[in-house]
């Protein structure tokens, strides 16, 4: 038996209504605050993530997919969103079009990572990318649209934590002065961060491992290093949120994992997801477009885990299991009118269903119990003669005969009390 890759999830029937709501909200939120849908390719040459989202991050140096093409390009599965939709931005000249202009995707991401509860190697996410203003209003906007997003889910526990990185000339004078002050704790942390204060200090203080956190409780944080510029951009921010009543705490520790971004950080999470407790995530990132070869063009955004909060989505969000009608056809008459009857409610909008290998009523009625459908219709050959059916209530077993041409209507009729 050939099985699933490890941290490869297969998303059964079952669970797959979970999933239509997470994303028939997204598109919905999606689509009031103006952002349109835009499909990017699974895979791209590596350059455009090396290049973006920094060739010392975790996830570029060992996390992602990359595989040798047949001309011998080196292409890589999508990591994450914003790069794949940045090059298309600019591939496609959108910077020609009145801006802003606004993003969203929906799909699969590819990191090879330790599998764990909502942490997998193919998972998905709902994002959003806003070109075009550097107004703090549309950094306000993102976090809006994920903070209604989610608390729409009814998710539990929700807190949107804030930070600011500041602007590169912020971070290239604050880094000195973290990295001294971590260089005198280095006998604290942790492998990876010892590799880190070499390629990427800023992720040390975001590091999970009690020891790190412990040894970087004091460290001087870039909130505290903004220039005036960026503290008035954080503060308009936090001054809009606070008129949408959209509460928040300002997290100094908070820092994102990818290179491109700037000012304006934040982060939704949930204490029902334990360490890795991120739902939602995203910020500023106003050189990215300029980096890859576009022009200068400011954005911001963010991406959802639909994993994460798929666990998270309580019961009572879920909608309720539609009607669906099961036809029990039998006999040389009753089996073609059944196929009739089928196709004549299913074209009216009716679930229905059938178990072809099924020959008799109680066969049939065996599946119908099975199949978990509300409602059965009795056709054997006396009622396809007749022209009526028997419609079983599986539930409380009562009965009606109803004319064949009336069915789809009797259903029709039922759905809306249903």
């Known amino acids: 038996m050939i099985k699933g890759i490890k941290g490869v999830k297969d998303i059964l029937p079952e669970e797959t209504p979970r999933w239509r709501v997470i994303e028939d909200a997204a598109r919905r939120w999606a689509d009031r605050y103006g952002f349109r849908e835009i499909r990017i390719p699974i895979f791209e040459v ?16 060992k996390e992602m997919y990359t595989f040798p093409d047949r001309d011998g390009t080196s292409l ?23 801006l802003p202009q606004k993003y969203f995707y929906i ?20 994002g959003v990318e806003y070109f075009g203003t550097q107004d703090s209003k549309a950094d306000v906007d993102v976090i809006a649209l994920l903070w209604r997003f989610l608390s729409d889910l009814a998710l539990p526990d929700l807190t949107l934590e804030m930070n600011s990185l500041g602007t590169s000339a912020d ?22 961060c010892r590799r880190r204060l070499e ?33 008035s951009h954080f503060d308009e921010v936090l001054s809009i949120l606070t008129t949408l009543g959209i509460p928040f ?19 939704i999470t949930s204490s029902h997801l334990g360490a890795q407790n991120a739902v939602g995530a995203g910020g500023r990132y106003d050189g990215l477009v300029e980096l890859l070869g576009g022009p200068s063009i400011p954005a911001v955004g963010f991406a959802a885990g639909l994993e994460r909060i798929a666990m998270m989505l309580p019961e009572q969000s879920l ?100």
């Open 319 to 418: 909608p309720p299991v539609p009607m669906s009608v099961y036809i029990a056809a039998f006999g040389s008459l009753g089996s073609p009118a059944g196929v009739r009857l089928l196709d004549a409610l299913r074209m009216a909008g009716i679930s229905a269903h059938t178990d072809y290998r099924a020959t008799t009523l109680k066969g049939h009625l065996r599946q119908a119990d099975r199949s978990g459908c509300r409602f059965a219709v009795l056709l054997g050959d006396d009622e396809a003669t007749t022209g009526s059916a028997v419609v079983r209530d599986m539930d409380s077993k009562a009965q009606d005969t109803v004319a064949m041409a009336d069915i789809p209507r009797y259903f029709l009729s039922l759905i809306k009390g249903f």
């Open 46 to 61: 590596t350059t455009l993530f090396a290049r973006s989202i920094g060739a010392a991050t975790d996830i570029v140096e």
């Open 249 to 267: 705490r300002i997290n100094p520790r908070l820092v994102r994992g990818l290179d491109y971004y700037c000012l304006t950080a934040f982060e």
């Open 171 to 192: 971070r290239a004078a604050y880094l000195p002065v973290l990295v001294s002050y971590l260089k005198s704790r280095t006998n604290e942390l942790c492998d990876n």
């Open 199 to 231: 390629t990427n200090p800023l992720r040390v203080l975001d590091c999970k491992v009690p020891g790190c956190r412990a040894a970087t409780e004091d460290a001087p944080q870039l909130i505290s290093h903004l220039s005036p510029t960026a503290k």
């Open 76 to 98: 890589t599965l999508r990591p994450e969103g914003t790069a794949g939709t940045v090059r298309a931005f600019i591939e496609h000249n959108r910077a020609a079009d009145p």
């Open 107 to 126: 799909g699969p991401m590819f990191r090879h990572e330790r599998p764990q509860a909502g942490r997998l190697r193919q998972f998905h996410q709902f």
